[in-house]
């Protein structure tokens, strides 16, 4: 069992969402965060919260689409705070389209935040968890990491690179004292990217609030815990793992299953609904805007 007090935190996509129910959790342990986010105001917000639960709190303003300045940025952290002991890479975007209206932007931008600035940060920071033997990578994944979904392809694209991408550095660091875990959560209510959209859940594919996801982080890592799915209860979630396992088996059952509970039309509401994505250039690089912090 891992005590997480006292141990520094960089969480990435931290001042709202999910992130946010995150940093809340890991100050209930005492640990130290360090927050990342484009939300200055949010991580303003987030600090006094932290710091009344007890833990210790420091927000640094950041676009993670900057992966070439993302070496400043640790290096940054680590004249401040010191080594990591835990990265959580939470930050995320979804865009919602058929995928050939995508613009190459657009695909670059999800891919950029949701997958390479998790590697890219995890890259940075591993040596020196290797030097000190000690040490543990959480990527939120999604469960559609694990089944894809119509007009949201490149997010799942993303999300099970990351999930693959945690398998295998997972068996590649066994033995070394750092660890590797994935958490899968399904449907999001109250907070967060899908919560924003307005448009409820399918009935049958059940949702899960962040305080669940939050409680799925520290368990995964007090216990070491390799891949952790999160759906609404344990039964709906163990129904969720058989399902699965089938459509692994039977992929175009999976299909006519996200049909028949209206997770297409779902994401046909999504895709409609879409707020446009704002993109702007500063000093030559490219920042895309979106709802996720």
């Not at 969480?11 to 809340?24: K, V």
């Not at 935040?113 to 290797?130: A, C, D, H, Q, V």
Request: hydrophobic residues 45%; positive net charge.
């Amino acid at each position: 069992m891992t005590n997480i007090a006292g141990q520094t935190v960089l969480l990435t996509g931290a001042s709202r969402g999910i992130g946010a129910f995150i940093a809340r959790a890991l100050a209930k342990e005492k640990a130290t965060v360090i927050g990342v986010a484009r939300s200055q105001q949010g991580l303003d917000q987030l600090s006094a919260e932290v710091q009344a639960l007890g833990g210790c709190w420091l927000g640094i303003k950041y676009d993670l689409s900057h992966i070439k300045d993302l070496p400043n940025l640790v290096d940054q952290i680590e004249q401040i705070a010191g080594h990591i002991d835990i990265l959580i890479n939470n930050a995320g975007i979804e865009i919602y389209k058929n995928f050939q209206d995508y613009s190459t932007l657009e695909i670059q931008s999800v891919l950029t935040i949701n997958l390479l600035s998790g590697m890219e940060l995890t890259r940075l920071l591993l040596p020196t968890m290797l030097r000190q033997k000690r040490g543990h990578i959480i990527n939120i994944a999604s469960l559609s990491a694990k089944k894809g979904n119509a007009h949201n392809s490149i997010y799942c694209a993303s999300k099970a690179g990351l999930l693959m991408w945690s398998d295998s550095l997972r068996q590649e660091l066994a033995g070394t004292g750092v660890n590797v875990s994935v958490i899968c959560p399904g449907y999001i209510c109250e907070s967060g990217m899908f919560a924003d959209t307005g448009i409820p859940a399918p009935t049958l594919a059940g949702t899960s609030k962040p305080t669940d996801v939050a409680i799925a982080v520290i368990q995964a890592i007090k216990q070491n815990q390799a891949e952790v799915i999160v759906n609404q209860d344990l039964i709906t979630t163990n129904f969720t793992k058989i399902l699965l396992a089938i459509w692994q088996i039977f992929p175009r059952f999976g299909d006519k299953f996200y049909q028949w509970i209206g997770v297409t039309k779902l994401n046909q509401k999504r895709a409609a609904n879409q707020m446009p994505v704002v993109f702007k250039t500063i000093e030559n690089r490219t920042i895309v805007g979106s709802k996720s912090d």
